[in-house]
Each structure stands twice: as structure tokens, then as C-alpha cells.
């Protein structure tokens, strides 16, 4: 019996030894494999950009489309590590002139962002406007500032296509109800795509003043699903909120 449990030992011996090397061998087999891709790859990183090409590094994760000089969602993509830049009027993008449509077109060539995150100006098509349009007057000179404002929407949707069918990912940011998103330039824009709304506000996000909560009540549409569902965060009721439509309180937030 002792002969026979000796043998059953040296066999289970002999049967772990064999697992461990052989899980060994796959192990270091896997990191050889993968050492191996990983300068397969960079050197032909490094020949596509000696023919003019671009590195993988050298990718923008996100180009911010319509927004401000200081805006915080380039920054906080530059701080947390990403590769992020604006487009905006600041920096000679402007979609109603030639020239700014082929500096945000030379950008998206050159440096083809993952992602462009656009945020049209939402005055014009804010409910807002209506308080200006009471008056002939007021309502002339907001019925100008949309026809402008549409113009700026068909610009700028032209380039987003292009991008899209390209395999671009787009992400329009607009207040959730604010008038643009039933202009027949945005539906004729979307209805091209397969695409989801998220909706959130900012009072959820810690959005708030010294006299309180801000609701902001936004929606996020992409053409890529289940990227943003995190972000679906409506108010809960437990708090107050504080006025930010309009005045400099708004762009504050």
C-alpha cells in the first residue's frame, strides 16, 4: 500500500510539474508574441508616418467643435492624458466662412479625431428668444438670427457627415429643450444616422453656484450607442434648484 500511495504521489509530482512548465511556457510564449507584435507595429508606426502618414499618438480623441477658448471639456480631457483640441471663432474656425470650413476640415484630415463633439450656439433657437420677438421689430431681428444660425447648421452639418460615413464618432450637446432639434437641418442631419439621445442634468453632476443647484437640462446625441448611458442622470428631487437661463449666470455654468 505504501509502494502504491509513493507511485500516486510521484505521478500527481510528475502531473504538476508538467502543468507548471507547460503554463510557463505559454506564459513566456504569450509575452514573446506580444513583444514581437508591439515592434511589428511600431516600426510600422514609424514608416507610415516617414510617408507622410500619421502615428497612432499622434490621434486627437476629441476635437470640440463650435466652442469656447477656454472650454472646459478640451481641458479636462488634456488633464486626464487625451489628445484633445478647439475649433471655434477664437481660432479662425468659422463655419460660415470658407476659410474657417477648411481649417476644421484640415484638422479632422490631419490629426482624425476619434471623436468631434459639437455644441452649436443654442441662443438663437433658445425659448428664450421669444420674450425678444413681442415687438415687429424684435421679431424681425430674431427671425434674422435664426436664418443666420441655420446657415451655421447646414455648414457645419456637411462636415459632420462627410466624417461620419468616414466612421467618425459625433456628439451633439444642446440644452434638452431647446427648439434646434426639430429645424429640419438637424432632423435631415440625424435621420441619416443610427443614432441615441442621452439625457442628463447637471444638478446630478454637482453643477451648482454659491446660491444653489443648477438644473440644466441637457441632452447628448451620438451616433454611437451605449457609449454615454452612464451619463443618464436625471434630477432627483432632493434639492433646490437655482435660475442660470440666460445673462452671464448661464455661461457661468
Known amino acids: 500500500e505504501n509502494e502504491t500511495h509513493d507511485e500516486d504521489a ?7 510539474e508538467e502543468i507548471y512548465v507547460t503554463k510557463n511556457l505559454a506564459d513566456f510564449e504569450s509575452k ?9 507595429f511600431e516600426e ?14 499622434d490621434m486627437l480623441d476629441v476635437l470640440e467643435l463650435c466652442c469656447e477658448e477656454d472650454s472646459l471639456l478640451t481641458a479636462t480631457v488634456l488633464k486626464m492624458g487625451g489628445k484633445a483640441e478647439r475649433a471655434g471663432l477664437f481660432n479662425g474656425c468659422d463655419l460660415l466662412k470658407e476659410s474657417g470650413r477648411e481649417k476644421v476640415k484640415e484638422i479632422i484630415r490631419t490629426r482624425k479625431p476619434r471623436w468631434i463633439w ?11 428668444q421669444h420674450l425678444n420677438e413681442i415687438t415687429d421689430d ?15 447648421l447646414k455648414a457645419g452639418n456637411d462636415i459632420l457627415e462627410d466624417y461620419a460615413n468616414a466612421g467618425g464618432n459625433v456628439a451633439w450637446e444642446w440644452p434638452r429643450y431647446n427648439e434646434g432639434w426639430k429645424l ?16 442628463f442634468d447637471g444638478c446630478m ?25 452612464a451619463m443618464e442622470r436625471c434630477c432627483d428631487g432632493s434639492h433646490r434648484h437655482d435660475p442660470s437661463m440666460g445673462g452671464t449666470v448661464a455661461r457661468k455654468t
Open 32 to 40: 514573446r508574441i506580444h513583444l514581437s507584435l508591439e515592434e511589428y
Open 138 to 152: 424684435g421679431w424681425r431681428k430674431s427671425m434674422k438670427r435664426r436664418q443666420r444660425h441655420r446657415r451655421l
Open 118 to 128: 459639437v455644441s452649436y450656439p443654442c441662443g438663437p433657437t433658445s425659448p428664450i
Open 44 to 57: 510600422f508606426d514609424d514608416n507610415v508616418f516617414e510617408c507622410g502618414g500619421l502615428r497612432e499618438c
Open 184 to 199: 429640419s437641418e438637424v432632423r435631415t442631419f440625424w435621420n441619416k444616422f443610427d443614432y441615441m439621445d442621452h439625457d
Open 205 to 229: 453632476f454637482n453643477l451648482k453656484s454659491v446660491n444653489g443647484y443648477h438644473k440644466k437640462p441637457w441632452r447628448l446625441r451620438c451616433n454611437r450607442k451605449g457609449v454615454f448611458h
Open 10 to 16: 510521484t505521478d500527481y509530482d510528475q502531473a504538476s
